[in-house]
């Protein structure tokens, strides 16, 4: 076996080669190069991370902002209905109050024309009266030629109406 | 290697010198196939990370697959020292991906191209041992420097009786001992042991041609075999580097936590 019979005469050799070759790869490449893959992968996985903070961050905001938006909409719209309902029963009270003053304005004009009407009608009666009362004191004198004072005459005419 | 058609299964682990170097402490330090390898390995690994330093905010496939495997490690530390295991990171990186580039290196078909010869760098008891040294020492320097010598209790389960002390002591520290070994021979002979295996049945399959007539058909066989095995040691490979992290992790842990 070589690494037995030969080892007397190279293991200084093999040892002087091996640790250069380790010292360069412990120095170069170990405690230099190594480290910054690490830190790649650090630098890599803390941007993963910020990112995702950030998004989340950026999701909550917008769902804040949802949130607002409805909230602030749904106050609107029931401000909204409640000046609708205000403005309607304030125009149904006008309106009611409008109706009642016409309706009372229409009643008097309609209570005055009905008493014109009576007057009118009752001074025609009378006018009636006075003619057919009239017209019965002619009537009776040329039919049977007795005299009717115009006192009886007016009696009758009122009993027979 | 190639003498009667026979094939030298232990020819792949032998190291050569490529050309001299300079001599250290009395002894030659040669540039060697191994140390080659090493630095292929270097070159690859570097390849390999330059190529997720992109550094994008979307990443590509290739930055992916490179911090997925730092994610890998970064995880497999804080499973098991926990958060204040983070200044072991490099380390157990080294450790991975050196130890994981060199084994399937080890593996690739680069022996079709002629004039190469692959080199498995973690087929050596010399570089898994260093390596599991050294992690031994880290744990060594750790638990005495956090926690000096109460690192000893360290030795003696919870709940152990009095007269027991003695007895488990030696037993928890023998197997303290032990620890830096296994670790360096589970992956020096997991590693070899694939490769040896290999190398036999590829000469069974030239033996086998070489014989002619009917024996074509062991050749055959043979070449399943390697196939399968080929398969099999691409999962050692991957599973000895997790191994050996995890371990190491493990045995830091310990000293990081006491308990």
């Known amino acids: ?161 | 290697m190639a003498t009667e058609g026979k094939i030298d299964p232990m020819h792949q682990f032998e190291v050569q010198p490529i050309f001299d170097g300079f001599t250290l402490f009395g002894q030659q330090i040669s540039f060697t196939n191994s140390a080659l390898w090493m630095f292929v390995v270097l070159g690859l690994l570097y390849v390999f990370m330059a190529g997720g330093m992109k550094r994008e905010l979307v990443p590509g496939r290739w930055q992916v697959m490179v911090e997925g495997i730092v994610g890998f490690i970064d995880n497999l530390i804080l499973n098991s020292i926990g958060p204040n295991g983070k200044k072991y990171t490099p380390w157990i990186f080294t450790l991975f991906m050196f130890i994981l580039f060199s084994n399937l290196l080890g593996m690739m078909p680069f022996g079709i191209i002629p004039g190469i010869h692959p080199f498995t760098v973690t087929s050596q008891f010399t570089v898994t041992g260093l390596l599991a040294a050294i992690s031994f020492s880290i744990v060594l320097i750790v638990g005495f420097w956090k926690h000096g010598f109460k690192f000893f209790s360290l030795f003696i389960p919870h709940g152990t009786p009095l007269p027991m002390i003695p007895l488990i002591f030696m037993v928890e520290v023998l197997s303290f001992l032990v620890r830096p070994f296994s670790l360096a021979l589970r992956l020096f002979v997991a590693m070899i042991a694939g490769h040896i295996l290999i190398k036999v049945f590829a000469s069974f399959v030239i033996q086998a041609i070489d014989a002619g007539g009917a024996s074509w058909v062991i050749a055959l066989l043979s070449i399943i075999f390697i196939a399968f095995v080929s398969a099999l040691e691409l999962l050692v490979c991957a599973i000895q580097a997790y191994v050996f992290a995890l371990l190491t992790t493990l045995y830091i842990n310990d000293a990081e936590n006491l308990h």
Request: a neutral charge; charged letters at 30%.
């Open chain 1, 1 to 161: 076996m070589p690494q037995i019979s030969q080892l007397m005469e190279v293991y200084l050799g093999q040892f002087f080669w091996l640790l250069i070759v380790i010292g360069i790869i412990y120095f170069g490449i170990a405690r230099n190069m190594v480290p910054k893959i690490s830190k790649t992968v650090d630098d890599r996985q803390k941007r993963i991370t910020d990112d995702l903070a950030a998004a989340q961050a950026g999701q909550d905001k917008a769902e804040q902002i949802e949130a607002d938006y409805r909230t602030s909409i749904n106050e609107a719209r029931a401000a909204a209905i409640e000046f609708v309902n205000e403005a309607k029963a304030k125009a149904a009270s006008k309106n009611e109050a409008a109706i009642k003053r016409a309706e009372t304005a229409i009643g008097k004009k309609a209570d005055e024309a009905d008493a014109e009407l009576k007057a009118a009608q009752s001074s025609a009666m009378k006018e009636i009266e006075a003619v057919a009362a009239e017209a019965a004191q002619a009537i009776v004198k040329t039919v049977s030629g007795a005299k009717v004072t115009a006192t009886e005459a007016k009696k009758a005419v009122k009993a027979a109406f």
